[in-house]
């Protein structure tokens, strides 16, 4: 009965390099989210997804960050060229269907991402 | 548009203090509301919740009241302990999987 699992806990990355974040879902959730939480700030949204299916990036910087949730497998959050600035906790969330807009989000314990 | 505000923080108290976190909303409509909960290095764990207007949601000694007519949903604790500790985030949903965030509220409680 796992909850969302997110990999890696810790990723540490040379400036211009690239980052992979991945998060699979609670079983049966077929909603994920994905947040930025700077050091003692609160969460920023970047992007809401369904399999196959990107609904919502307003919150996703334009250049360098993409997101897809595939058929099988994880979600993945990919930082490219990396910058200081994307120092941070990056987490994943996840939803069921939805069922009359009710349901809380699951989060998994983040991936904290250094760029040195 | 729709969004959450909740006090600032740190809030620090001595154990065993009574314990209120403001959060307000704005909101077309009637959203769901949450507590979330994040301890040092963790995610967000989902505190309470409360669906419709006068609901009151409770878990682990917190409680907080949906009110309509404030638009506010704080949130309250008789007797804090050290182990509560954390920071606390209100939050509302909205429209089917549309989520706002507050800014989150630093709580420390010393021995």
């Known amino acids: 009965n796992a909850g969302v699992m997110q990999n890696p806990r810790h990723l540490v990355r040379r400036r211009g390099q690239e980052a992979r974040l991945r998060c699979s879902p609670m079983?049966?959730?077929?909603?994920v989210y994905w947040y930025r939480q700077l050091p003692e700030e609160g969460l920023k949204f970047m992007v809401y997804?369904?399999?196959?299916?990107?609904?919502?990036e307003s919150g996703m910087p334009k250049e360098r960050f993409s997101a897809e949730f595939p058929k099988e497998g994880p979600s993945i959050l990919r930082i490219q060229q990396v910058v200081r600035g994307d120092s941070a906790a990056y987490f994943c969330?996840?939803?069921?269907?939805?069922?009359?807009?009710?349901?809380?989000?699951?989060f998994g314990n983040g991936t904290r991402l250094t760029v040195t | 548009g729709d969004s959450v505000t909740q006090m600032e923080g740190p809030v620090t108290l001595s154990e065993e203090a009574f314990l209120t976190i403001n959060c307000t909303y704005t909101?077309?409509?009637?959203?769901?509301l949450f507590w979330y909960v994040q301890y040092p290095g963790e995610g967000l764990q989902l505190l309470l919740k409360?669906?419709?207007?006068?609901d009151k949601g409770s878990n682990k000694g917190f409680e907080a009241t949906y009110r309509k007519e404030t638009t506010s949903f704080h949130l309250e604790k008789g007797s804090v302990q050290v182990s509560d500790s954390a920071v606390y985030f209100c939050?509302?949903?909205?429209?089917?999987?549309?989520?706002?965030f507050g800014s989150g509220t630093k709580l420390n409680v010393k021995p």
């Open positions: 939050a509302l949903i909205y429209n089917f999987n549309k989520f706002y």
């Open positions: 079983k049966g959730h077929s909603h």
């Open positions: 409360a669906t419709k207007a006068d």
């Open positions: 997804l369904q399999k196959e299916n990107i609904i919502d």
């Open positions: 909101a077309t409509g009637y959203p769901s």
């Open positions: 969330a996840s939803s069921p269907l939805r069922t009359g807009g009710n349901s809380p989000l699951h």
